[in-house]
């Protein structure tokens, strides 16, 4: 009988650090396919909250930013992904807490914000989950226009691609 290879959770200690080139992390090519594979499986067969805040994040401003489901950064697999404004919403559900903790630990320390909205609360009112998100993009947009800062200081501040 031959062993199976399969996908490991890895801690803290052994995560992939972070290069800036290439695919930016250090993953073998052969993970990272599968991972996109898993991820593409994933977005064919999503959750039914995953599947109501997608609708309803189409109905809220989102200042021309888009979510991409079931993204991949670096070794995680995350629910929506906006990388222009480096966020991440996960959906709680039935994952392990301490898993959520060291993947929004890792992502954090890459510079994504990881915002959690229960799953159920997503389905009681999908509508105000998604007010919620376009709430925190609006914040996550001014923290990131304002860490650029002094580069634009003495011109008039524009509003270009705000979701405000």
Known sequence: ????K???ISTAE???AVKKKGRGWEISESRLDALHERAREMRRNPTP???ALAAALAEVETGGFAFKRQDVIGSA?????CKPLMLVIELEGDEDSAFAADRD???AEVGYRVERIAAADVLADS???AARVSA??????HERRNARGSAGRGRPQRHQGCPC
Do not use: H
């Not at 009988?1 to 199976?4: F, H, K, N, Q």
């Not at 697999?77 to 992904?81: E, G, L, R, T, Y």
């Open 136 to 141: 925190v993009m609006r914040e996550r947009y």
């Open 77 to 81: 697999i995350v629910d929506f992904a």
């Open 127 to 129: 509508a105000a989950a």
């Open 6 to 8: 399969t996908l490991s």
């Open 105 to 107: 630990r890792s992502l």
């Open 49 to 51: 909250a995953q599947e």
């Open 1 to 4: 009988m031959t062993a199976r």
């Open 14 to 16: 052994s995560a992939p």
